[in-house]
């Protein structure tokens, strides 16, 4: 009787040990489902680039020979990338913030002269812009304003 009830408890202890982890699973308290995914906000729309710069512009730089008078017309992309044109050549830069940073090419037939042309200026509430011109070994300073129609 002590081999059959010892039997038996093992057969029991056995079940019981084994089918354990089977039956903890099935009575689990279900697992909380996962939160939604945070909904991603619409990116905000860039920031529309200050479109004062676009047009035509009267530059008059300050030189040791007195005023000199250049016309520029200018457009700003979405990035803030300014193109256009200085007189006849090809114009590059870049506007942010009221600051005007260009930087291109030019010929000065009074220099004889190929080289890069600086503009470093800041646009004003009344549509002007002052700032700094540099060429080869020339600089000065420089005013800028939409030519009367």
């Known amino acids: 009787m002590k081999n059959r009830l010892s039997a038996v408890l093992a057969i029991a202890f056995a ?4 089918a354990a ?3 903890l699973r099935a009575q689990a308290v279900p697992a909380t489902p ?11 729309p860039p920031a529309t680039p200050d479109q004062r710069i676009n047009g035509k512009w009267k530059f008059v ?8 008078e250049f016309n520029a017309e200018f457009t700003i992309d979405a990035d803030g990338n300014v193109t256009g044109t200085w007189e006849k050549a090809p114009a590059t ?10 930087v291109f090419e030019v010929t000065s037939e009074e ?7 600086h503009l470093d200026g800041k646009l ?3 549509e002007t812009i002052t ?6 070994s020339y600089d000065g300073a420089f005013k800028a304003t939409h030519p009367k129609p």
């Not at 700032?131 to 080869?136: C, I, L």
Request: glycine share 10%; charged share 20%; aromatic share 8%.
């Open 15 to 18: 079940t019981t040990t084994l």
């Open 21 to 23: 982890p089977a039956l």
């Open 34 to 44: 996962p939160a939604p995914a945070a909904q991603d906000k619409p990116a905000a």
């Open 61 to 68: 730089f300050d030189t040791q020979g007195g005023d000199r």
């Open 93 to 102: 830069g870049t506007y942010k913030d009221g600051h005007l940073l260009m």
């Open 111 to 117: 220099a004889n002269e190929t080289a890069p042309l």
């Open 124 to 126: 004003d509430d009344s």
């Open 131 to 136: 700032g700094t011109w540099q060429f080869s």
